[in-house]
């Protein structure tokens, strides 16, 4: 995967010893005039550049996921 890190960002993963949630917006990531994605991994080990599970969700999902997980805070 190729493309340009914009607004990265690293949050501490609950109930974990190192755990961290990497957040980062990417443009370009799967080659040139590929849709910008925001990248949500997860690392246990607190390696952010190598997360063991990660999720790409397009820009124009993005509020509708938001909206989602916002709902189960209620």
Sequence with gaps: MSGI???Q???TLEGSKNG???IAQI???YGPNSAT???IGI???GDAE???WKVHIPMKNLPA???ALQSMLK
């Design 27 to 29: 443009e370009e990531p």
């Design 50 to 52: 190598n997360p063991e």
């Design 5 to 7: 890190l914009k607004n």
């Design 43 to 45: 690392s246990l080990s």
């Design 20 to 22: 961290i949630i990497s």
């Design 37 to 39: 994605v925001a990248s």
């Design 65 to 67: 996921v938001v909206s």
């Design 9 to 11: 960002s690293t949050l």
